[in-house]
Structures are given as C-alpha cells and as structure tokens.
C-alpha cells in the first residue's frame, strides 16, 4: 500500500504515534531495510512485513506509549522461536515521534512519491481505467491520458487525469525511466504515441493493447517512417500473460500490472536504495 499525505496527517491528528523502522535486514525478511510504519494506541499506518514481527514491533511500541520511554532497538531473529522461519534477521528502531519527527516523515513521504515511476496510461476506456485502479496500491505515480473529457470520470483523487488533444505531446514531456501503456480507441493514434514513446529510448515499459497482427503493423508502419533498427524491439504487444486467456478489464488490468512491476523492479530497487542512502535513520534528513 502507497501512503498518502492526507493518510499520515490523519492519523498525525488523531494519535500519538511511535515510528518502527527497520533500519538492518540480513537474509529472508519480510521487508527491505528503511520499511516503516506508525503505532499508536488503537491504530496502525503502513507495515514492516506482518506476521510475529510486526506483533512484537507493536507490542513494544505500544508499551513504550503508556510507559514514556522515548526509543529502543529491537533484535529479532526470524526463526521458530517466534512462529516465523523466514530465516533472516531483522532490526528495528522504535522512537515515539514528536514535532521534529513528524516533519521528517512528512518529507520522506514527499521525496518517495517524487521518486516513483510515472505510470501514463494513454487512453481511459475500460481496461485503462481497470489498469489505473490496479495501479493505485501500488508504488507508481498514476497519470491517465484521453482525448474525451468522459473517459477520465470516476477515477479515484490519487489518479491524475490530462484532458489532451495531442496525447502525444504528454509523452514527449514525461521524466525519464517512465511508464507508457498505449490502449487509445484509435490504432493510429496509438502507433504515433507508441513512436514517440520507443524513440525516446529512455522508458522502463512501453506497451501497446492488441494482437501479435497489430504488432507487425506497427512495425511495418515504423519502417516506412525510416525507424532505425531495434527501436521496435522494446515494444511489448501483447501486454500482460498470453496464456491466461481471460479479456476481461479487471483481469487484463492486472496482468498488466504485475508485468509493469517486473520491467520496473530495478529501478524502484535503486530509488530505495538512494532514500535510504539520504535519510540514513530518520536523520539524515533536515526538517528545519
């Protein structure tokens, strides 16, 4: 689950809170090093993995609340000693938050959600916004894309919606390592954005909703335009599995998801890597 800030100040408002933060992950853990999550009294935000580490990260965070004790360090082995054989070892850092600290995971909420891969799903008709839903859980910033003012309806706040007449246009001022899902209810407008999108060079993904025919197409469309060799070869038509055999939006959009999230695995690897890099311990950020 993807945090919001409206999430963070809500509970901000509502408890007082410890901060558990798993600042050293050796071998099979449920979470990565720098996975956080915030206590209080009768409510949770955010998870470092579940399971008996988590009840003991809350059990100790809870009893350093009605106790007073501002921080500890907590060692826990993964094994049969506490009901969960991951086989890792995890340590974590319990600290009551206070004005400082909330200012400091409000920024590093801020500086996660600048790191994301923009997610652009050009085209709002039924598997776009089944991709667009699957997608909000998930650790992109989502973008929706549509010529009609119609297609881009009922998706929820944290999807951004772009009312374009040159859906093209968008893709040209995308940051790089983005995220380009071509699925318009026009194949020629799909093969102009789909261009833009490979002659850029710099995408994570770029997909197109259709057949293994509509692909050839496109490729024989691209070499009469003159396309170089290779520009083709990242293009991924069909998206999602081939061998589900399920059309439905819902399905398809999950597929798809899931496969955005493979071809994007190293690059969210290197941004928590660099967020963890920057923050260090929660203080290696200034707050002032």
């Not at 082995?77 to 409000?106: F, M, T």
């Not at 999950?254 to 923050?279: D, F, K, M, S, Y």
Request: proline residues 4%; glycine residues 12%.
């Amino acid at each position: 689950m993807v945090l919001r800030r409206e999430q963070l100040e809500g509970f901000f408002k509502c408890e007082k809170s410890v901060l558990v933060e798993i600042i050293e992950a050796k071998g099979s853990t449920p979470r990565e090093t720098g996975a956080w999550m915030l206590v209080g009294e009768k409510q949770l935000l955010g998870t470092i993995g579940g399971g008996q580490l988590e009840y003991i990260a809350i059990d100790s965070a809870r009893q350093m609340l009605r106790g007073g004790e501002k921080s500890r360090d907590i060692a826990v082995p993964l094994g049969p000693e506490i009901g969960q054989c991951c086989g890792g070892k995890v340590k974590l850092c319990l600290s009551c938050v206070d004005d400082r600290q909330k200012a400091v995971i409000r920024q590093k909420l801020e500086l996660e959600r600048a790191r994301m891969p923009c997610v652009y799903i050009m085209g709002g008709g039924h598997v776009g916004q089944a991709l667009a839903l699957a997608l909000v859980p998930l650790p992109f910033r989502t973008i929706i894309v549509d010529t009609r003012l119609e297609a881009l309806q009922g998706l929820p706040e944290n999807v951004e919606k772009r009312l374009s007449a040159l859906p093209e246009a968008e893709v040209r001022g995308a940051p790089a390592g983005s995220v380009f899902v071509v699925m318009t209810h026009d194949h020629a407008l799909d093969f102009m954005i789909v261009k833009e999108a490979l002659e850029r060079g710099d995408a994570a993904y770029v997909g197109m909703i259709g057949s293994e025919t509509k692909r050839a197409g496109f490729i024989s469309w691209m070499k009469k335009a003159g396309a170089g060799r290779g520009v083709c070869e990242p293009l991924i038509c069909p998206i999602g599995a081939h061998s589900v055999g399920d059309k439905r939006p819902e399905v398809i959009g999950a597929l798809v998801a899931a496969q955005i999230l493979v071809h994007t695995g190293a690059g969210r690897n290197r941004i928590q890597e660099e967020l963890n890099e920057l923050a260090g311990s929660w203080e290696g950020i200034d707050a002032e």
